[in-house]
């Protein structure tokens, strides 16, 4: 089978397109067959070598992705009684060694596979999961009743745009960054406040919150930059796994999508809010699964609005 692949850690050229041994479907698992597969931050992390101390026991080639939709075509002993061969479905990946989402074929546990969301097609089907269920998370750590205020930093990004969604679905008042063309864009996801994005996003939620948010999503990375926006013995969500500290009683905690890979009921639970408008399914661009590393190239161009999604059709 095709698959995207690496076999030395560096930038985007060094993805390849390689022929692989067709995987088995074990026991609890199932295969897919991939339609797409979206590009994620995570996914160039991998590439560049970010998370080499994690595989150091697994051989190379090392296939990226963590986003696929497909259709089952086989199942493993054992498998979820749900899936069937011939579902449409997406797939949270945890990629080890070959086990990457770029690739015709994959195989994963059947926890982590829920329908397809109705009425998508497979390239909007594949920028739901990873994104959303990192949103969910970050939402579910900061644990704040109905009615309380977040604020949402890199609020226009696939990340971002989630948790002001989901936030809103929660029944929190929202306040989030944008740029000046993205503040139309932010408000239509829900977002009750919206300030400029920038090194000085702090004070401009500290404008509408004098005392502070008491729980912020960080989905821009802006660690120390955002910290002050937060109520003294408030939290703060880290997404890129910067611990802190904070200062203030400010609780500093990093989330890990990987966390909730077995979540299928969360998993699902984002698959019917998708279904219901709730969620809002963003592709910025297809491109064929060839051209993987120019996908690479423009993800770290930044400035994308929505997924980019690679085409193994």
Excluded: C
Excluded at 61 to 69: F, L
Excluded at 107 to 135: C, I, K, Q, R
Excluded at 223 to 249: I, K
Excluded at 285 to 309: I, M, Q, T, Y
Aim: aromatic share 2%; proline share 7%.
């Amino acid at each position: 089978m095709k698959a995207i692949a690496l076999t030395t850690y560096g930038g985007p050229g060094v993805l390849r397109e390689v022929d692989l041994p067709t995987p088995e479907a074990g026991p609890g698992e199932v295969r897919i067959r991939v339609h797409a597969a979206a590009v994620n931050p995570t996914d160039a992390m991998l590439r560049t070598g970010v998370y080499a101390a994690r595989t150091t026991d697994v051989p190379p080639p090392y296939v990226p992705g963590m986003d696929a939709a497909g259709v089952i075509d086989q199942l493993g002993p054992g498998a979820d009684g749900r899936l069937s061969v011939g579902q449409r479905v997406v797939a949270l990946v945890v990629p080890t060694g070959p086990r990457g989402a770029y690739a015709e074929q994959i195989v994963v546990p059947a926890e982590s596979v829920v329908p397809a969301p109705a009425g998508t097609d497979h390239a909007e089907a594949a920028t739901l999961l990873m994104n959303a269920a990192t949103a969910r998370l970050a939402l579910d750590t900061l644990a704040l009743p109905k009615g309380a205020t977040v604020a949402v930093t890199g609020a226009a990004g696939a990340v971002g745009g989630y948790t002001v969604e989901l936030a809103k679905a929660d029944g929190l008042t929202v306040v989030a960054d944008a740029a000046p063309h993205d503040r139309d864009l932010v408000r239509g996801f829900g977002a009750d406040h919206v300030v400029d994005r920038g090194t000085d996003v702090a004070a401009r939620i500290r404008e509408l919150a004098p005392g502070g948010v008491p729980g912020l999503v960080d989905g821009s990375d802006q660690r120390e930059e955002a910290v002050p926006a937060v109520a003294d013995g408030g939290a703060f969500v880290a997404l890129r796994g910067w611990q802190g500290p904070a200062g203030r009683g400010v609780t500093v905690t990093p989330v890990m999508v990987a966390g909730v890979r077995a979540d299928t009921a969360l998993l699902d639970t984002l698959r019917r809010q998708a279904e219901k408008g709730v969620l809002s399914l963003r592709v910025a661009k297809v491109l064929p699964a060839s051209d993987a590393a120019e996908a690479h190239r423009l993800l770290e161009a930044g400035g994308l609005r929505g997924r980019l999604v690679l085409d193994f059709s």
